[in-house]
């Protein structure tokens, strides 16, 4: 796969937006960047007290998840749990 550009931004916005939502998160906020050769994905998500900023970065298995590739989506997934860890969930 190509690597993360403006091209395939939208695409990735909607993957990101997926994956977060399958996470089940009470309250959060997304950005998601091309940068240094990977996605950078920026969560700002509620937790106890108050929110916090995370920074996660995703290589072309974000774009594979958005195209059904469950094995990506999963890595994905339990990756990003480990970093969101602390956040609100519903």
Do not use: F
Not at 17 to 25: F, I, K, Y
Not at 43 to 60: I, K, N
């Amino acid at each position: 796969m190509a690597a993360p550009s403006e091209a395939n931004l939208a695409q990735a916005k909607a993957a990101v937006g997926t994956l977060l939502e399958g996470l089940g998160l009470s309250a959060h906020l997304y950005a998601v960047e091309p940068r240094e050769g990977k996605w950078a994905v920026i969560v700002e998500c509620a937790t106890g007290s108050g929110w916090q900023r995370v920074e996660l970065r995703a290589g072309p298995e974000l774009l594979a998840a958005a195209s059904g590739d469950a094995e990506a989506r999963a890595i994905l997934l339990d990756k990003w749990r480990a970093h969101l860890a602390d956040c609100k969930y519903d």
